[in-house]
């Protein structure tokens, strides 16, 4: 199977701080995105990445930047974190048409 | 663009009871559509991918139909079980641009 891996669980971090959200795969795939979700507005897609150093925009980017130096991970950058980016947050990756998400990062910035 | 609609947002049924859940999408022009799981703060688990030349699926009680044309798909639950309380949502897949419906929240009652 599959697996898809968000390192941190539950962060709590400070407005202003500099936030790392890392997601490891390990299948091989090629794209991969980053979802956050709220309750009310659904999953929104902020990255996705078809390839090592490859990325594009997402339908709600602002305040976000991604890295993927290598296939297997895929890390969000929050530069500054803001308290309207407390949320959970999504890591999937995509093989065989089958799409797989991590189990999540519960994000709370106060 | 795309939009993908779930009805209803909730539902609540005896155990043994079997259950259709709606989703239905503007756009017929889709790849695929998956079904996914989710339970209360975690990511989603995939149950059921359907390509968009196929009518249905089937995964033990779950069976997943499509039909393109109307825009529509079901997911039918055969003998609902406690253990199948959870949040559950479908996802079209518009060659690799992903759109989510806002998700049917199950709960079966003992």
């Known amino acids: 199977d599959v697996k898809v891996t968000q390192s941190s669980r539950y962060l709590v971090k400070r407005t202003g701080e500099k936030v790392f959200l890392e997601c490891v795969q390990d299948m091989d795939h090629e794209n991969m995105f980053w979802y956050r979700q709220d309750p009310g507005l659904g999953l929104r897609l902020i990255y996705f990445?078809?390839?090592?150093?490859?990325?594009e925009k997402g339908d709600i980017p602002e305040g976000y930047s991604v890295s993927r130096e290598k296939k297997e991970r895929f890390s969000l950058i929050l530069e500054s974190a803001s308290t309207n980016q407390t949320s959970m947050y999504l890591c999937a990756s995509i093989g065989a048409n089958v799409l797989t998400f991590g189990a999540g990062s519960r994000l709370t910035v106060l | 663009k795309q939009e993908v609609t779930q009805i209803p947002a909730a539902l609540s049924v005896p155990e043994g009871e079997n259950l259709v859940l709606n989703c239905s999408f503007t756009?017929?022009?889709?790849?695929?559509l998956q079904w996914f799981r989710q339970d209360p703060g975690k990511g989603l688990t995939s149950l059921l991918l359907i390509q968009s030349s196929q009518r249905e699926q089937t995964s033990g009680r779950l069976n997943a139909s499509l039909d393109k044309s109307s825009g529509r798909s079901t997911l039918y639950i055969a003998a609902s079980q406690p253990g199948d309380s959870a949040t559950y949502l479908c996802a079209v897949d518009n060659f690799n641009k992903f759109y989510f419906g806002s998700g049917t929240k199950l709960n079966v009652k003992p």
């Open positions: 990445s078809y390839d090592v150093k490859m990325k």
């Open positions: 756009d017929s022009a889709i790849y695929n």
